[in-house]
């Protein structure tokens, strides 16, 4: 693993701008100036690898949380209710 | 702040955007600007890219027939969009039983409120707002201000820039061999919980629903900045708090 001198010396950015840019980088919406000083750190500090590799798999595994069906009781129940808009606007 | 300044050096860099991110989230999240055309590129991570969404064709004649007061259009928006709203329900809430409530007098509204629709944001957008902003004055109702503090789970940083704790442990392939186990699941809806209400609903509309920023800043009359920042700082949270679980450092 290189110094923390060397990792200075090499990258236009530090690890805490890497934290900030990684939004955008993930969104592909970094100038490619900047861009090409993000994917240049990663070249040389592995810390912002583990880190940016957390955070993206953070991501999926988000996506992956909630894909719930509808129950069919529950459906079943305000369609029913739907069915009858007459009736509950003259209530 | 340093995440809303970072994103404004982005912006100005890339001179694509009328502004958004020059100004901290924090006052000027509550108002609408102009969309930043240049911030709705492509993806091309694939593992954060949004899932493609429909169109919005075909949902013009469906207002104007629930416009007309037509039931069958009702039922028909209803099977195009109630899971999704109920999944957003449900995630934000907590409580199946609310949820359906909820998506009930979302559609209802829905119904009733049809001619106040205008036709310049998609019906989605609108049953969004409606269904978040429901389940967000449920929130407000009937919780206390139960606030959690991010801090701990946020990444830290030396002065020089540097991670605080190093190295930075990559555990990404322990989430993927783990995510099968019913405790990360919990471990993660859990976390999703925790996130302040109006975070957590920026979450589930982008991460889980996969909305775009400019799509959930139109359902939560947010700006487009300000919807980066509260997803990219409840990001790093829900990630403090899965790099924790695994016995290590947010760092």
Known sequence: MRTRKATRALTNRTCKQMADLIYAYLNNSLNPDVKK???QHLQICPDCVSFLN???KTVEVTRAVRAREIPAD???NILA????????VGT | MDLAMAMADVDRRNQMSTNPMTEPASSVETRRVAPSHGLESPLIAPAVS???????????GLIERLKAGDERALEAIFNLYSRKLYNVALRILGESADAEEIVQDVFWTAFLK???????SQISTWLYRLTVNAALGRLRRNRKGKEVDYEEYLPKFQPDGHHLVR????????LDEKYADHETQRLLANAIDQLKPLDRSVVVLSDVEGLSDKEIAAALDLTVSAVKTRLHRARLF????LAAHFGHSPA
Request: hydrophobic share 25%.
């Open chain 2, 50 to 60: 949004k899932r493609k969404r429909r169109s919005g064709r075909g949902e013009t």
């Open chain 1, 74 to 76: 529950v459906r079943k």
């Open chain 1, 54 to 56: 957390t955070y993206r």
């Open chain 1, 37 to 39: 000083d993000f994917e």
């Open chain 2, 167 to 174: 190295p930075v442990i990559d555990w990404s392939d322990t």
């Open chain 2, 238 to 241: 829900l990630r403090g708090k």
């Open chain 1, 81 to 88: 209710f739907l069915r009858k808009p007459k009736r509950r």
């Open chain 2, 114 to 120: 049809a001619k106040t629709f205008r036709g310049a």
